[in-house]
T-cell receptor, first 112, second 109 residues
Framework: NAGVTQTPKFRILKIGQSMTLQCTQD?????MYWYRQDPGMGLKLIYY???????DKGEVPNGYNVSRSTTEDFPLRLELAAPSQTSVYFC???????????FGDGTRLSIL | AQRVTQPEKLLSVFKGAPVELKCNYS??????LFWYVQYSRQRLQLLLR??SRESIKGFTADLNKGETSFHLKKPFAQEEDSAMYYC???????????FGQGTRLTINP
């Protein structure tokens, strides 16, 4: 099992550009999460999903969108990139809310 | 608001010395607490959770509701313990974790 796979690993965007961060998991987990981690800070939840077709906002959803059309995939979309979105983004999944979360390797995103 | 505080961003101890990584939380409900660890060039992974009451890699953590703490301890640090450690709080009935800022632990030879 690959676990949670995130692509790309690194990306540089210009202000105003859009992009999608991909996340896929092969563990048949219902729950999936997107976090961002700013330098010296903890992880902050952007969006999460409790199953295909269901998504909900976390602590810092502004500027992002998500979709969950399948159990495996949970892409994160930035429509108009801003410098404040420069961060490391982590995707995670879990079997249920009470089970440990499994993390991907992260995507380092810079907005210039 | 729920909050997790790890007061030390950096912690450095010598091999063989005891280590304690501090974690304090702010939450009025019944907490569920975790320690996650990220070794160099590896993914963030679960180290232990308080409901398991187990020792993983020699680490233990006891939930102290009176002091709202969940400190991570190991009596004899090893070089392979060098990593980034995150304390996390799960809110009762919620689907998310609240993470602390993390502590970078360095074990000196």
């Amino acid at each position: 099992n690959a676990g949670v796979t995130q692509t790309p690993k690194f990306r540089i965007l210009k202000i105003g550009q859009s992009m999608t961060l991909q996340c896929t998991q092969d563990m048949n987990h219902n729950y999936m999460y997107w976090y961002r981690q700013d330098p010296g800070m903890g992880l902050k939840l952007i969006y999460y999903s409790v199953g295909a077709g269901i998504t909900d906002k976390g602590e810092v959803p502004n500027g992002y969108n998500v979709s969950r059309s399948t159990t495996e995939d949970f892409p994160l979309r930035l429509e108009l990139a801003a410098p404040s979105q420069t961060s490391v983004y982590f995707c995670a999944s879990s079997r249920s809310s009470n089970q440990p979360q499994h993390f991907g390797d992260g995507t380092r995103l810079s907005i210039l | 608001a729920q909050r997790v505080t790890q007061p030390e961003k950096l912690l450095s101890v010598f091999k063989g010395a005891p280590v304690e990584l501090k974690c304090n939380y702010s939450y009025s409900g019944s907490p569920e607490l975790f320690w996650y660890v990220q070794y160099s060039r590896q993914r963030l992974q679960l180290l232990l959770r308080h409901i398991s009451r187990e020792s993983i890699k020699g680490f233990t953590a006891d939930l102290n509701k009176g002091e709202t703490s969940f400190h991570l301890k190991k009596p004899f640090a090893q070089e392979e313990d060098s990593a980034m450690y995150y304390c996390a709080l799960k809110i009762q009935g919620a689907q998310k974790l609240v993470f602390g800022q993390g502590t970078r632990l360095t074990i000196n030879p």
